[in-house]
């Protein structure tokens, strides 16, 4: 850890509050509570499934501290419902369709009806992490570099693996190869930081119901230690950064324990109008999985996750101009995390302390 006792004391500033003047109104949403949250993780590793299934977790309701993440348009959250309904319907037939075009998505933190922050997050086509190359054309090449321009903005990194199913060969190289591929995309967005503030960085460690039947299994299986050197390659990044100010690993699930099974049959041919997956060969050949007929997702430690990159990105926003609302919205996302139990393992400035 090289955050020191300076980032410390910050970190304590900002969750308990300093006398400050507050910079805007109260019926005003202070521009700096707006979370940038970019997306590292090549495809088919769970970025989609995870995204939605928000509906079934960080938006499902309140948490204790009446804080609540919303479509700020309620026909928007409608259409979000509807979505989600109809995708987990599909998720019982056959796999997601690949993302070929990067959704941006807003969510609204509330605190009843009055606005604390904005989440804006973006997903990316994971073919960009396994397809392109030096040799690939110009297309591609500006496809990779205006990419690489919104993970140097972010304020919020996530950084999604896909747990391997087993410890057989097929599945560890595959964990391998994820490894290294998000380990040269995030040290490139540090590399190239473009935001003057120290950026949040959250390990995902996806689909650990795979191979885990359930939470206290899961648990048992992966101490923060097991989780540090499984996820070491990134893990010695984000604590060697100066330019990350806060870090965590999350192992986290969309569709939760005991609900998916897997595929028979990898489909012969894609469904109508979809496109056909855009598999790589770091891809290839992973277990499609399905939701259990007539069963809908139950997202584990996906609220947690997102409740702390949300709480994080606020923290690590520039001291000035920022009112005592952002701390006390951070003070109280933090008593939230402790009451959910979230399960995480911190990795720079603790925020479970
Ligand atoms: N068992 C299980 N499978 C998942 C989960 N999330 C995703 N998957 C599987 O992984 C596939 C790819 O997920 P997707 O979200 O489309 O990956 P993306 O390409 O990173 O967006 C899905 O079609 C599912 O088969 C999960 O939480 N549990
Ligand atoms: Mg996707």
């Known amino acids: 850890m090289n955050n020191g006792p300076r980032a410390e004391n910050r970190l304590r500033e900002w969750i308990f509050g300093t006398t400050r003047a507050p910079h805007a109104p109260p019926d005003k949403l202070d521009d700096l509570a707006e979370v940038r949250l970019e997306l590292i993780g090549r495809e088919h590793s769970g970025k989609t499934a995870l995204r939605v299934c928000y509906c079934k977790g960080p938006l499902a309701g309140p948490q204790l501290s009446g804080l609540e993440l919303a479509a700020a348009d309620p026909r928007v959250m409608t259409r979000r419902m509807v979505e989600a309904l109809e995708t987990y319907r599909d998720l019982n037939r056959g796999g997601l369709p690949s993302t070929i075009d990067p959704e941006e998505s807003d969510f609204t933190l509330y605190l009843a009806d009055e606005v604390r922050a904005v989440l804006r997050l973006r997903e990316v086509v994971g073919q960009i992490l396994t397809h392109t190359t030096p040799d690939s054309d110009e297309k591609q090449q500006e496809q990779y570099r205006q990419y690489v321009g919104h993970l140097t903005r972010a304020d919020a990194l996530q950084v999604v693996v896909g747990c391997p199913a087993s410890d057989g060969p097929a599945d560890l190289d595959r964990f391998e190869a994820d490894l290294m591929v998000t380990a040269g995309y995030l040290r490139e967005a540090l590399k190239v930081r473009a935001a003057p503030t120290p950026v949040a960085v959250q390990l995902l460690l996806a689909k650990v119901d795979v191979p885990f039947a359930g939470a206290a299994e899961a648990r048992d299986a992966l101490p923060d230690d097991r989780l540090r050197a499984m996820l070491g390659r990134l893990v010695r990044i984000v604590e060697g950064s100066a330019k990350v100010g806060m870090a965590a690993v999350f192992p986290v699930s969309a569709f939760g324990f005991g609900t998916a099974v897997p595929a028979a049959d990898p489909p012969a041919a894609p469904p109508a109008g979809r496109p056909t997956g855009g598999f790589s060969l770091v891809s290839e050949g992973e277990a499609e999985y399905l939701l259990r007929p007539g069963v809908s997702p139950v ?17 690590l926003k520039p001291a000035d101009g920022r009112g005592p609302r952002l701390a006390d919205t951070a003070r109280l996302m933090a008593a939230d995390l402790e009451a959910m139990g979230a399960w995480f393992v911190p990795l720079k400035a603790d925020a479970r302390t």
């Open 299 to 315: 997202p584990f430690n996906l609220t947690a996750a997102v409740w702390w990159a949300l709480m994080a990105g606020l923290l």
